[in-house]
């Protein structure tokens, strides 16, 4: 494994716990940044590996990755983008209100995951809001 950058390593040590979710349902079937380009398919077995890589990166530089299964989440293909989930502050999670109707039902499998972990979620439904 090539050595982790200097901000890379800053950034996992600042994290106490770090959420992430596979790949498993990645795809790009609708655009709705600069970013997302449906002229281009998603590898996901390569996709797969790097998501793979980032994890074992960020645990070698102390980082502790949670991981959260998409399970049910076939029509969420975004949810790999798990920043974007919320803000934590102690044991509260402040729960995204996702601006696009492509990603407003993920905050159901998010809110199950926060909840489960011993998270109080809260977040206005009113307000869009999405996490970093």
């Known amino acids: 494994m090539a050595s982790a950058s200097a901000p890379l390593k800053e950034a996992a040590k600042a994290a106490k716990r770090i959420l992430m979710c596979r790949p498993t349902y990645f795809q790009v079937t609708y ?11 998603v590898n996901r077995p390569r ?26 989440a076939e029509s969420f293909p975004d949810m790999v983008f798990s920043a974007n989930a919320a803000v934590v502050k102690g044991s509260k999670a402040y729960l995204a209100n996702f601006a696009h109707p492509e990603r407003k039902g993920e905050r159901y499998f998010f809110e199950q995951w926060f909840t489960k972990n011993g998270y109080e979620c809260v977040g206005d ?6 996490g970093m």
């Open 47 to 72: 996709a797969m590996e790097q998501w793979e890589k980032l994890k074992t990166t960020l645990e070698g530089c102390g980082a502790r990755v949670e991981v959260m299964e998409a399970d049910g």
């Open 31 to 41: 655009s709705i940044n600069p970013w997302m380009d449906m002229r281009r398919g």
């Open 125 to 130: 439904r009113d307000i869009a809001f999405e």
